[in-house]
């Protein structure tokens, strides 16, 4: 089973459970979602690319205005969120 089946069927199962049950489930699936590699957040050509979690920053800036894809960063260094930075 992948990942995504996986979080389709905990999702699945939420029928009005108690409210702190409730909250491990959203835990447990947005820490599930981290593993499925996401694109990061073109911005433009003149900012950073962010993370589509939680917002980081993941470009290098070179100071000058530039930016490049930090292609080496397998993760976000804030959330861990995977990502993929194929075009
Ligand atoms: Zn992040």
Not at 44 to 58: D, H, I, R
Request: overall charge negative; glycine content about 6%; proline content about 3%.
């Amino acid at each position: 089973m992948d990942i995504k089946k996986a979080i389709e069927i905990i999702q699945g199962n939420i029928n009005a459970k108690k409210n702190d049950e409730l909250q491990a489930i959203e835990i447990a699936v947005r820490e599930m979602k981290k593993s499925i590699a996401m694109k990061p957040i073109n911005n433009g050509n003149w900012v950073s690319k962010t993370c589509p979690t939680c917002g980081e920053g993941l470009s290098e800036h070179h100071g000058d205005g530039y930016y490049s894809d930090n292609i080496c960063l397998e993760s976000c260094p804030n959330c861990r969120q995977l990502l993929d930075w194929d075009d």
